[in-house]
Nanobody
Framework: PVHMVESGGDSVQAGGSLRLSCELTDPADANDNVCLAWFRQSPGGEREVVARLDVDGGITYADVVKGRFTVSRDNAKANLYLLMNDLKPEDTAMYYC?????????????????????WGQGTQVTVSS
């Protein structure tokens, strides 16, 4: 299994920014064989993909966050970040880091929660108007 720990969630006002972090706690998981994605789930809502890393290093964003959210990764590939700018009240949710092994998720092309068997505990983001 892949173990991850998220951090960085907070309460902010609309228009503010936050940077979430996802740490892969086992250095052995910091490689290109692990597919990574950010998901979020608002109260009463379904878990939805925010962004995912493609097998070629590209990043696919959900339409609702394009232009506002940016995913990055450190050179050691042990940390994944989600920089969120111009936050809106509708961004309020629990944000999760998710992982899958590349041989179980073809080319890391997964955007459903069921595509990812490994999850962090989540970090809460609350945006007030």
């Amino acid at each position: 299994p892949v173990h991850m720990v998220e951090s960085g969630g907070d309460s902010v006002q609309a228009g503010g920014s936050l940077r979430l972090s996802c740490e892969l706690t086992d250095p052995a998981d910091a490689n290109d064989n692990v597919c990574l994605a950010w998901f979020r789930q608002s109260p009463g809502g379904e878990r939805e993909v925010v962004a995912r890393l493609d097998v070629d290093g590209g990043i696919t964003y959900a339409d609702v966050v394009k232009g506002r959210f940016t995913v990055s990764r450190d050179n050691a590939k042990a940390n994944l970040y989600l920089l969120m700018n111009d936050l809106k009240p509708e961004d309020t949710a629990m944000y999760y880091c998710a992982a899958a092994l590349i041989w179980a998720l073809n080319r890391c092309e997964g955007k459903r929660p069921t595509d990812y068997p490994y999850w962090g505990q989540g970090t809460q983001v609350t945006v007030s108007s």
